[in-house]
């Protein structure tokens, strides 16, 4: 997250619980949450919101978002690297470690097996394995949120 995605994040806090919000805020939460989406980090905050008055801190982001994206990772297989990566092993272990990345952040398996294509530095195969849905933030946060509350 950029400082400007986390002023939007703290704009969305302020939205419940009245906090100010001035650049230095905006700094230490893009400097606390560098690896987090913003709309992961949007979806954490009402999520604790809906379940707390609590004020809100950047570790609590940081353990929703770390909940959601292992649920995105839950049934989808490991991609399977292109041929073309077939002589490297270290290659194919980065081209499956950037696509379960890009997965659990909310691509696509198509967009996922893209981005680690460019990671690695070969051409994007055009024709793919059927893409299913693709796993978003909310379907996968409400599914947490489920789990929760099933806790209580």
């Given at each position: 997250m950029n400082?400007?995605?986390?002023?939007?994040?703290l704009s969305v806090c302020s939205s419940f619980d009245?906090?100010?919000?001035?650049e230095a805020d905006a700094q230490a939460w893009a400097?606390?949450?560098p690896d987090v989406r913003f709309e992961d980090a949007r979806d954490a905050i009402v999520a604790h919101y809906r379940e707390t008055r609590e004020w809100i801190m950047p570790a609590d982001v940081l353990r929703r978002v770390r909940l959601v994206r292992r649920e995105r990772l839950v049934g989808i297989a490991?991609?399977?690297?292109?041929?073309?990566?077939a002589d490297d092993p270290r290659a194919e272990q980065r081209w499956a470690r950037v696509a379960r990345n890009a997965i659990a952040s909310g691509a696509t398996e198509q967009e996922a097996a893209a981005t680690a294509c460019r990671a690695v530095g070969?051409?994007?195969p055009t024709a793919g394995p059927a893409v299913g849905p693709p796993s978003g933030a909310r379907a996968a946060l409400a599914r947490v949120m489920d789990s929760t509350k099933e806790d209580e």
């Open positions: 400082v400007s995605e986390a002023a939007a994040a009245r906090r100010t919000v001035g400097a606390a949450l490991a991609p399977t690297p292109p041929a073309a990566l070969i051409d994007v």
